[in-house]
Structure formats: C-alpha cells, structure tokens
C-alpha cells in the first residue's frame, strides 16, 4: 500500500490551494482519513479528519477555511484550503488506516509543502 499526496505549493495570504491524497496497493478497507501538518521546529498536530460517513473534524485554527472530504470509490481524501494565512505554512502529511492483509495499519502520504507568503 502506498500514499501519494500532491497539491502543496506557494501561494500569498488569501489565496487557495488544494490537497490531494490517494491510496493505492491492496487496500480491504479504510478508517478515519485525516490530514496532519507539520511547521519548522514544531510537532506534527491533526488539522481535519473525516470519518467513513463524510463526518468532518476540523482543529480550531482552521475551522471555516479549510474543508475535507472523501471519495470512497477512488480511495482519496482531499483537503480545500481557502484564505490560507502564513501561519499555515508547514509540511501536509495525509494518514490512512488501512485494512490490508488482515491487520490495520496507518500509513503516511511523502508529505507536500505548504508556503504562504505575507
């Protein structure tokens, strides 16, 4: 099972960018998908999740600007960024339970880098 995630990049406050994430591999089910960030010197903390059902969770720093979602079918979970601000700049990382050979396991997308400039 592999992780892929794109859409990070360079953008000045305000503006928008999209993440995406898609597993691959032999894939039986997947958990609770969520996106994680990690700044310069700082802990990788949670900024949004979304449960099988489409239930979103959203950390406070980001509620009403950025939005996740699911496709279930394609094995993706995407993250909307909108008004993004340059305390948002860090490295996205998306994490995935996955079912696969008969045991669960979270796996890591390489992680995108985020810049948001003043």
């Known amino acids: 099972v592999q992780l892929q995630a794109s859409g990070g990049g360079l953008v000045q406050a305000g503006e928008s960018l999209r993440l995406s994430c898609a597993a691959s591999?032999?894939?039986?089910?997947?958990?609770?998908m969520g996106w994680y960030r990690q700044a310069l010197g700082q802990q990788r903390v949670l900024v949004a999740a979304i449960t099988t059902g489409g239930t979103p969770n959203y950390a406070d720093s980001v509620k009403g600007r950025f939005t996740i979602s699911r496709d279930n079918a394609k094995n993706m979970v995407f993250l909307q960024m909108n008004s993004l601000k340059p305390e948002d700049t860090a490295v996205y990382y998306c994490?995935?339970?996955?079912?696969?050979?008969?045991?669960?396991?979270?796996?890591w997308g390489q992680g995108t880098q985020v810049t948001v400039s003043s």
């Open positions: 591999g032999t894939i039986g089910s997947i958990g609770v």
């Open positions: 994490s995935v339970p996955i079912f696969t050979r008969g045991t669960w396991r979270t796996y």
